[in-house]
C-alpha cells in the first residue's frame, strides 16, 4: 500500500505543476478557455488552471520605449532628419480587449501605424 501511495505521489506532482500559472508582476494574465477568453485579465500571483481545456498568455503592462527616426522638411524646404521617442504602456483594465483584438504583439500593430502612418 505504500509504494502505491509514493507512486500516485510521484505521477501527481507533475500533473498538479502543470495545472499552475505564475503571472510576473508588470504583466497581466489572458486566459482562454476553449477558445473563449476571459473579459478580466489575471493579475500577478498564481492561478491555477485546467491545462487541457485552458492556456494563461502574459502581456506586458510596464512602461516601453519606442524610437524611430523620420524624415522632415522644414519651412524653407530644407530636408531634416527627426529622432523621437515614445513612451507606452497598455492600461491594465484594457489588456484583455487590446490582446482580443490585435493579439500578441499589439505595440508593434498599432504604435507604428499611429506613429509612421504605414
Same mark, same amino acid.
Given at each position: 500500500m505504500n509504494k502505491f501511495k509514493i507512486a500516485l505521489a510521484v505521477l501527481a506532482l507533475p500533473l498538479a505543476t502543470a495545472c499552475a500559472e505564475v503571472v510576473e508582476e508588470g504583466n497581466i494574465g489572458i486566459e482562454k478557455r476553449l477558445g473563449k477568453m476571459s473579459? =478580466?485579465? *489575471?493579475q500577478p500571483g498564481m492561478h491555477w488552471y485546467n491545462p487541457f481545456t485552458t492556456s494563461i498568455n502574459e502581456v506586458d503592462t510596464q512602461t516601453q520605449k519606442w524610437s524611430a527616426k523620420t524624415e522632415s522638411?522644414?519651412?524653407? *524646404?530644407?530636408?531634416?532628419?527627426?529622432e523621437f521617442s515614445l513612451n507606452? =504602456? *497598455?492600461d491594465k483594465k484594457s489588456a484583455p480587449a487590446m490582446y482580443a483584438k490585435y493579439g500578441d504583439e499589439w505595440e508593434k500593430k498599432i504604435i507604428s501605424l499611429i506613429v509612421t502612418g504605414k
Open positions: 473579459k =478580466s485579465g *489575471l522638411y522644414t519651412r524653407d *524646404l530644407q530636408q531634416a532628419e527627426v507606452y =504602456s *497598455l
